[in-house]
């Protein structure tokens, strides 16, 4: 299990943050301001129909962010 950063979730405590439950939150999160090793959980972690689902029906996604990962997961 990875240990998430406060500066990635820094309008929560990180440490109650619950992988199933979050799973949109932490997705957008990871997507627009992790790191690499956070980016690499997070597509190891979750199936790609959710990673694709979330990317898509995001209304908080940075837009370049957005168009990037639309483009990364129709290729996988």
């Known amino acids: 299990m990875i240990q998430f950063r406060q500066a990635l979730f820094?309008?929560?405590?990180p440490?109650?943050?619950d992988v199933k439950k979050n799973a949109?939150?932490?997705?957008?999160?990871?997507l627009?301001?992790?790191?690499?090793n956070e980016v690499k959980w997070l597509?190891?972690?979750?199936?790609?129909?959710?990673l694709t689902s979330v990317v898509a029906k995001s209304r908080s996604l940075?837009?370049?962010?957005?168009?990037l990962w639309t483009l990364i997961l129709e290729k996988k």
Do not use: A, C, S, V
């Open 15 to 17: 440490d109650k943050i």
């Open 10 to 13: 820094w309008d929560t405590n």
């Open 62 to 67: 940075m837009p370049e962010t957005k168009n």
């Open 32 to 36: 627009d301001f992790g790191h690499d």
């Open 43 to 50: 597509y190891h972690y979750y199936e790609k129909p959710l």
């Open 24 to 30: 949109q939150y932490i997705i957008e999160r990871i």
